[in-house]
């Protein structure tokens, strides 16, 4: 099952499938493309998992397995890959909520997200060498960007896994939050982002503006009243 919840600007699309560990298979997919259907408008988005043991873990194998052709393989790999990008190329921006670890296929959606926040007792990796295979849904691509090609290939290649805070050291994860803390924190950080100012500095941070197209943003932005609302508000603290 994959839950959405809006809030003041926030989509939270969750993944709950506990009996599981929130593993992805096709029907699952499904869900998923219909949730970011309905996230769409949305200032910002949180992907999570339900409970605290997986935010992801990784395809589900039982149902994977049916899988034996090389057709029927590749298309899974491509379907789950669009879908990642798809997380990745959300207009706002994208918070990977880790409420539990994130290993194989679960840390490649984790990578689609602009910013992961996890709980201190997470563990993420990129094992998909224990199964003999490869990562298949862009986080390899997505891993090196994030810790350089050389890093990418030793955690990939050997599958290891970190702890929440040598992640966070890495660059893997960018906040680290305690467990009691965890819920509210990254609801908290999510809603700060739900904002159209956090959307476009997220198309400036991706150099998805030219500087004549970041130019007239800004300037859309400067002569709307919501500016000169806050500007008023800031100028009146020093009378």
């Keep these: 099952m994959v839950e959405l919840e809006l809030q003041d600007g926030l989509a939270v699309v969750t993944i709950d499938r506990p009996h599981a560990r929130n593993a992805i298979d096709p029907a699952t997919m499904g869900e998923l493309e219909k ?6 408008g949305a200032h910002a988005l949180v992907v999570t998992g339900a409970g605290e043991k997986a935010f992801v873990s990784g395809g589900d194998l039982k149902e994977l397995a049916k899988l034996r052709t090389l057709e029927e393989a590749a298309g899974m790999a491509l379907r789950m890959r669009a879908l990642c990008e798809r997380i990745a190329l959300f207009p706002g921006p994208v918070v990977a909520a880790l409420n539990g670890h994130a290993f ?6 984790a990578v689609a997200a ?5 709980a201190d007792d997470v563990r993420i990796g990129f094992n998909q060498t224990t199964l003999a295979i490869v990562p298949a849904w862009g986080g390899a691509e997505r891993l090196a960007r994030l810790v350089g090609p050389a890093r990418a290939l030793l955690l990939a290649g050997t599958g290891r896994i970190l702890g929440a805070v040598e992640a966070e050291r890495l660059g893997l994860v960018d906040v680290v939050l305690p467990r009691g803390e965890f819920a509210a924190g990254w609801r908290e950080l999510a809603l700060s982002l739900a904002n159209p100012q956090a959307g476009e500095i997220k198309r400036l941070t991706t150099g998805g503006r030219t500087p004549r197209e ?6 859309e932005l400067w002569v709307a009243e919501e500016h000169w609302e806050a500007a008023e508000r800031v100028m009146s603290r020093g009378k």
């Design 35 to 40: 949730a970011l259907d309905a996230a769409e």
């Design 104 to 109: 194989g296929g679960g840390a490649e959606v």
């Design 114 to 118: 602009d910013i992961r926040v996890a």
């Design 214 to 219: 970041a130019a007239g943003a800004f300037a």
